[in-house]
């Protein structure tokens, strides 16, 4: 058997406020997550992100503690077009969340922001250049 991605699992101090800025960037999740302490979404092609709270990770893993810095992952959102990135960057920030780095057009030839989550993980918003 060969091993194959299956999910993409984030650990996060804040449930409810994790899950409702995934939603503000289209992901489906289940209701009544808000309070769970783990929650899952699966995406089109069947992967799925996984979101633990800080405490179920300790109930099996004790030591576990939160990275003081650096990431360790990065998640990037395709956009429909450059106009939808600078859109969802101003939603997102209206909304109270972190900008990062503001919408710019990348060198390698797409328009490009990242948003921090919650957790102050870095998001990628990016589309095709038009």
Excluded: N
């Excluded at 699992?9 to 997550?33: C, H, K, N, Q, T």
């Amino acid at each position: 058997m060969t091993p194959r991605l299956d999910a993409i699992s984030l650990i996060v101090s804040d449930m409810a406020a994790s899950l409702a800025f995934y939603r503000r960037l289209g992901l489906e999740l289940p209701d009544g997550a808000d309070g769970a302490p783990h929650a899952e979404a699966t995406l089109p092609g069947g992967t799925r992100v996984l979101w633990d709270t800080e405490e179920t990770v300790r109930t099996y893993d004790p030591g576990w503690t939160r990275p003081e810095a650096g990431e360790r992952l990065g998640l990037a959102f395709r956009c429909d077009g450059p106009a939808e990135v600078d859109a969802l960057y101003a939603e997102l920030l209206a909304a109270g969340h972190r900008g990062h780095l503001k919408p710019w057009d990348a060198v390698w030839g797409q328009r490009y922001a990242v948003v921090l989550d919650p957790d102050g993980m870095g998001v990628s918003l990016f589309a095709d250049a038009s």
